[in-house]
């Protein structure tokens, strides 16, 4: 989201994308590319708490994307899916310290309601009405921030993939309420965002969108947990293939 230089762009189109990709989705990619809409990857510690509230329980709890409540008729209706999940650096070199508060990840509000909301304004008056608002800014953006005890939350743990949804309705479950954690561990984010495909008959008539394929897609990645067996190892193979495919193409890059 920050401007990037034209050649740094061109190697991750050309290098890195074809290299994570087959790394996480094997040849499901070309299955699922389609949808794909936007990466992000981050190793910056990103906190949720000011030199005030850091270490604190005070979260800057939002809804990703622009949300808005699933209409299933409405087949104009563009609506994102997310994925994400953490790899926490002390998780990787000590299992056990999995489930410390310190190395949690993305924080949840243990009760989500089930319908979503039609705008971020009913969503903050909803949050207002429940939990105690800091009122704390960000670059002089209005950016509320909300007080909630730890038995109210839930903090994935390093490894745990997540979807969160930008459109709901009282059958498809919550938009998924979250933050950044707060204190924030040395971590690797990974963030995917796939669309549903909006499309028209030859008289410009909408017809049903094609829907983002989560089980599809956590299928292709399942792979990744499965450490030692053939899959697990033939999956790393082509990923070995892919680079070593692209090193010359690399090497014209500074």
């Known amino acids: 989201r920050k401007p990037v230089t034209e050649d740094f762009q061109e190697f991750c189109e050309k290098i890195y994308v074809p290299i994570i990709t087959r790394m996480f989705f094997g040849d499901g990619w070309e299955q699922v590319k389609d949808h794909w809409g936007s990466f992000k990857s981050c190793t910056i510690k990103v906190c949720e708490g000011d030199q ?8 800057h709890m939002h809804i990703d994307g622009r949300v808005g409540l699933l209409q299933k008729r409405n087949y104009s209706q563009r609506h994102m899916s997310r994925l994400l999940f953490s790899i926490v650096t002390d998780v990787v070199e000590h299992e056990d310290h999995k489930t410390n508060l ?8 243990i009760w989500q ?17 429940k939990y ?17 005890p730890e038995d109210l939350v839930y903090r994935a743990v390093s490894g745990e993939v997540l979807f969160h949804f930008t459109h709901s309705d009282d059958k498809s479950g919550p938009q998924a309420i979250h933050s950044e954690p707060n204190p924030c561990p040395d971590r690797h984010l990974y963030v995917f965002d796939w669309n549903n495909i909006v499309r028209k008959d030859e008289d410009g008539k909408y017809l049903p969108s094609i ?3 989560e089980d599809e897609i956590i299928e292709y ?6 450490f030692g067996t053939n899959a697990f190892k033939e999956r790393l193979r082509k ?9 010359s193409i690399a090497e014209q890059y500074p």
Request: hydrophobic share 30%.
């Open 102 to 109: 310190e190395n949690g990840t993305t924080v949840y509000p």
């Open 221 to 226: 990645m399942h792979v990744l947990s499965q």
């Open 132 to 148: 105690y608002e800091c009122g704390l800014k960000n670059s002089g953006l209005p950016r509320p921030h909300y007080g909630i």
């Open 211 to 213: 829907e983002v394929p």
């Open 239 to 247: 990923v070995k293939n892919t680079a070593l495919e692209l090193i």
């Open 52 to 59: 005030n509230f850091l270490g604190d329980n005070v979260f």
């Open 113 to 129: 309601p089930r319908k979503g909301f039609q705008s971020n304004q009913a969503f903050h008056k909803y949050m207002q009405a």
